[in-house]
């Protein structure tokens, strides 16, 4: 079987047997692994929650309460977090609206009966699945691996936003003037009469900005701009509208 406890999870998961006992906090030997994170007071039921998923090779760290998951220290490739609707400690809608705040994997919730209203809720608050006991194990395994692959397009997602925002730190207060309004499709002239300087210099700002981003054409460096959600100039109006980032 596959469970760990969140205490035990650790050296259980990622240390070798024989060293499984030494604290070494921080240090892995072992390469991250999609987790499943299920929070369940029933014992029985996580064990064969859990037992479910081990047969399809997916790692399990069952946890009682919510409060057990606020503690703990994720170690993860890709996760996802199974919510029973009826949490000890916690409503587990109120732990959702929580984790919305966070860094946390997508849900999928549990339910002991037929409460419509809270499933809508649930649903709308981004859940990627709501089943009811007894759960089925296709269904259940069929809601992880989309969890699991919907948490890799979000972290691919973050990565890559970090990636440009460190880019976008490099651009001097200038450079960050000239930025939106090429992005915006002003041609050079009209830019550089907005900023008050040489048609030269603005294409020599220009130049630096496709550099720092990295960007390979003017339609790439676009896009970075809608990721960024970088303002353009909307000439029109005399006016900055912000670039919408599209999924």
């Known amino acids: 079987m596959q469970v760990a406890s969140a205490q035990s999870d650790f050296s259980r998961a990622t240390l070798p047997h024989a060293y499984s006992r030494l604290p070494l906090p921080g240090i892995s030997l072992a390469p991250l692994q999609e987790t499943v994170y299920l929070l369940d007071q029933d014992y029985r039921l996580r064990e064969d929650l859990a037992d479910v998923l081990a047969g399809f090779g997916i790692h399990v760290t069952g946890l009682e309460s919510a409060s057990d998951y606020l503690k703990l220290v994720r170690r993860d490739a890709a996760a996802c977090l199974i919510l029973d609707m009826q949490l000890p400690d916690m409503y587990c809608l109120d732990l959702q609206r929580r984790l919305t705040e966070g860094q946390h994997p997508p849900v999928v919730f ?24 007894p759960v089925d194990p296709s269904a259940l395994v069929s809601a992880v691996r989309a969890a699991f692959a919907q948490d890799r397009r979000l972290r691919h997602k973050k990565a890559e936003l970090a990636k440009l925002q460190q880019r976008l730190a490099l651009l001097t207060p200038r450079e960050r003037e000239v930025f939106p309004l090429i992005v915006g499709g002003l041609l050079n002239k009209q830019a550089a009469s907005l900023l008050g300087i040489s048609e030269v210099t603005l294409q020599i700002h220009r130049g630096q900005v496709m550099r720092k981003m990295a960007a390979e054409s003017f339609a790439d460096l676009v896009r970075m701009a809608v990721k960024l959600r970088i303002p353009h100039w909307r000439e029109h109006s005399n006016d900055w509208v912000a670039t919408v980032a599209h999924a």
């Open 110 to 133: 549990i339910s002991g009966g037929c409460d419509i209203r809270a499933t809508v809720w649930a649903m709308k608050a981004g859940a990627m699945e709501v089943l009811t006991k």
